[in-house]
């Protein structure tokens, strides 16, 4: 006989991945569920939108159900993380999956809430993967997972309690979600930092081995910190509070002592420049311009010596040169707009070698001031790959002078000492700016660009400073030799190299400083427009066909003529109608205006506050893509609008400047009207006095005349007096008389006021009399209607009593009526019941009867398919052995026996 054994059909994973999820869902022993949870897990990489789609409920529920049994949860918590990162090469990744997958978490609290309790057990892998779990769905819905942990009971306390753990592995991803969580929101900074988490961070950035020696877990800790501080009042306050200014600078402080570091390997050093980076951004985080508590924060890191640390560090060449100028720039931010911070800065010293402290003590360098050795960084370092660090420098040298006039001028008067003495001219500002070199100027055009932009820095918004700068000059007068001013010297060099077509950052540099020194001051334009070759040069420069990289000079140049136009007098060596007349005719309106708005539009201006002013080391040219200094596009910006109008204005119509309290430049038209109008007055005030003479001496005759007029009215006077005395005492006697007629009538009307009196008092007895005859009678009306009220509230209280009673009598009646029939009502519910259990256990007993029926013909289905099988493979052989075989059902039957007797 032939065997009818088949092998079984091939499952495929779609089917596998629903059979295991379903016995997950309807397991009762917690070992077949993990073993389905496993058998999940195996498919989790490979297929995470299907067991997702199957399972994910039910895999959460177990963490629900099984949370106290140490292995599931582990396998859980692995299938969920294999599930938020499949195999790249999977056909069912896709970022889709993983925000479902978060929406299942963050949708409901309870999910979240769920794995932040398993923080609070001891188990290795439980902490660590719920941290790693969060992390994965944090990333993928950060609002709602910011949200669900917030609002989590005890959630923020049990992350940042992470932070104790003695695991490193656990430690450093609490340190990792704690830095996904709190870069925006700022009641969650608050949160974490009100549990103690600054202490916490300090604590393990020590134990790591601090900056110098410490790893990726430092780094970490201070991006940590910096989230905690960024843009939090409160949180820096309490960081303040709390000391720990004093710990930043005890960081800061270690390194300096632990010395060169030249045996460190590469890896190593790269880590601690990264941990200096981070924790350079922490200071600069504390000193943001504008915040509130940035003046506290200043006097506290000076106190702490931070400041003197930070410069050293900053001018020690074995530091990378992005540490370098990280370092330069939070100098800067600590005394920015301090006065007393900024006087002290300049008595701090540095080493001028650039070497650490420790080596330059030990090879005798000498010091400079910081002042000296922030210019020999800007204007000496020529190498191409330090201009961060120059630049730096030169904010750091801007933050020591703003808003501190004193500075500024103190500063400018040891420049101009300088430069007439002959002093070092290599960190002098203004010997580079006057005297520059051509060789250094073509190899290093960013060093008269810094000379220009102190100088800018030094003169704007400071009318004194413009004037002092102004005296400057080359020449000695008393040797006949011409005397030429530093504005002169400039626009020299100016025009000079644009037509040598030097690089266009000196250009521009000249003519940012030139803009902002002419600006508001007459003096320094009238000194400008004494050389008439200036305007001609500027206005062969504007004509030019515009061409790449000359939108710039151009619109300068233009800027420049607008602004001498601009504060122009008639009294100018070129007076304002005269210049008028030159741009007129040689320079068009639409040609103005058109340089102006190529400048205003240039990306280098127009996106200056989003373009970061640092090199590129991408660029061919090697030189940093920086043209503008910030004064100067905020200047540029606030008064385009007015310098685009001004050759609009009429040359007859000067600007009025107040220059130290003293008002310049006005009308000429004007004045000349005033003075018309003066001479007219005083030939008025000489008429008015001819005038007066003439009335003083008529007044001297009417005086006399008001004399004589006066002792005449006196006599009339008298005589009119003496008249009324007569007629006073006529009338005296007449009222006299009529004073006793009067008494007389009064006492003849008080007689008759007696009588009616009386006879009123009469009036009133009577009526009093019958007003208490009718109260008698109203009384006794009363008495009656009451008695009858109280008669017929007894006899309603009667009835009601009565109808209460009666009332009682139907509702028991109605109760015992009640409780018959319910009681019938539970005798038939009781009978439906036990009728329907028993139709209950009829139907599962054939349910199951039919299911026994059901495999056991799914079992001859396949004996029978199998007996095809064989019928017709012994047909075939029956065939093929010449044996005639009959295709008919019954033929077939008869053939299958005959085929089986020959077999036999």
Known sequence: MFSIATAPAKQSATDTISVLSGRLGSATLLEDRRAAILGLR????????????????????????????????????????????????????????????????????????????????????????????????????????????????????????????????????????????????????????????????????ESDGSLSEGGRTVEDCLILLAN??????????????????????????????????????????????????????????????????????????????????????????????????????????????????QESFAQLSVWRSGRSRLASKEHGDSQVYVIDGLLDLILNLQDSAAFNVRYAASECLKAYFSNHLNVRLHFLARAIEGYLTGGEETTNALSVLLAPSAEQSASDPYRLWFAAVITLHLLYDNSSAKTKALSLTEGDAAEDEELVTSIQTVTAHLLTGIRRGDDARISVAYLMLLTIWLFEDLDAVNDFLSEGSNVQSLIQSISQ??????????????????????????????????????LATR??????????????????????????????????????????????????????????????????????????????????????????????????????????????????????????????????????????????????????????????EIRKLQSIFSAKDIENQKQIAAAKSVMATKEAEHEKKIAFMKAAIAAKDSDLEKKLTAMRKMAQIESEHTKRRNDGENADLHATIRSLEASLQKIESTLATSTKEKESVQSELDDLL??????????????????????????GEEDESDGEDDGEDDVD
């Open 587 to 744: 320079l068009d309106r639409e040609q103005f205006l058109d340089r102006l708005l190529r400048l205003r539009s240039h990306p280098l201006l127009r996106d200056f506050e989003t373009i970061p002013q640092r090199r590129d080391p991408a660029l061919p040219s090697g030189l940093a893509d920086v043209f503008f200094d910030s004064v100067f596009v905020n200047f540029f910006k606030d008064n385009y609008s007015r310098i685009a109008r001004a050759i609009d204005r009429s040359p007859e119509l000067e600007i009025s400047v107040i220059t130290n309290g003293v008002q310049k430049g006005i009308s000429r038209e004007l004045v000349d009207s005033l003075r018309e109008q003066i001479h007219e007055k005083d030939k008025a005030i000489e008429e008015a006095k001819i005038a007066s003479e003439s009335q003083s001496s008529r007044l001297a005759q009417e005086q006399g005349e008001h004399r004589r007029f006066k002792e005449e009215a006196n006599k009339e006077l008298q005589k009119a007096q003496e008249e009324a005395r007569r007629e006073i005492a006529a009338a005296m006697a007449a009222r006299e008389g009529l004073r006793k007629a009067h008494e007389a």
């Open 545 to 582: 066909p515009v061409m790449e990289g000359s939108e710039l000079v151009q619109g300068l140049c233009a800027m420049l003529l607008g602004i001498a136009y601009e504060f122009s007098t008639k009294d100018s060596p070129m007076p304002r109608t005269a210049l008028h007349s030159i």
């Open 228 to 341: 905690l501080l960024r843009r939090n009042a409160s949180n820096q306050t309490l960081f303040r509070e709390s000391g720990c200014m004093k710990k930043l600078a005890d960081l800061l402080h270690s390194v300096l002592q632990h010395g060169d570091g030249n045996d460190v390997a590469i890896w190593a050093q790269s880590q601690k420049n990264r941990n200096l980076y981070a924790f350079l951004a922490i200071l600069r985080l504390l000193l943001t311009p504008g915040s509130a508590g940035v003046s506290h924060n200043q006097k506290l890191l000076w106190k702490h010596g931070l400041c003197a640390d930070v410069l050293h560090l900053a001018f020690s060449q074995d530091i990378q040169m992005e540490i370098r100028a990280e370092a330069l720039t939070a100098c800067g931010d600590m005394i920015r707009d301090s006065a007393a911070l």
């Open 42 to 205: 195996s498919f989790a990489k490979e297929f995470p939108a299907t067991v997702s789609s199957s399972a994910l409920r039910g895999l959460i529920g177990s963490l629900a159900k099984d949370g106290e049994d140490v292995d599931t949860v582990k396998v859980v918590l692995e299938t969920l993380l294999m599930l938020f990162t499949p195999n790249e090469d999977s056909p069912e990744a896709s970022d889709e999956v993983v925000l479902w997958l978060a929406d299942e978490f963050t949708q409901r609290q309870e999910n979240v809430t769920l794995l932040l309790d398993f923080l609070e057990t001891t188990d290795f892998y439980s902490r660590l993967y719920s941290l790693q779990l969060l992390g994965a769905i944090l990333s993928a819905r950060t609002e709602r997972t910011e949200e669900c942990v917030f609002t989590a009971p005890l959630g923020i306390p049990r992350l940042v309690a992470a932070l104790d753990d003695q695991r490193d592995a656990i430690r450093n991803e609490g340190i990792n979600l704690l830095t996904s969580l709190t870069p925006a929101s700022i009641d969650i900074q608050k949160l974490v930092a009100f549990e103690n988490a600054f202490e916490k961070l300090f604590a393990i950035i």
């Open 862 to 887: 396949i004996v029978f398919t199998d007996l095809e099988d064989q019928v017709a493979k012994q047909k075939k052989r029956l065939r093929e052995l010449g044996e005639p075989v009959s295709d």
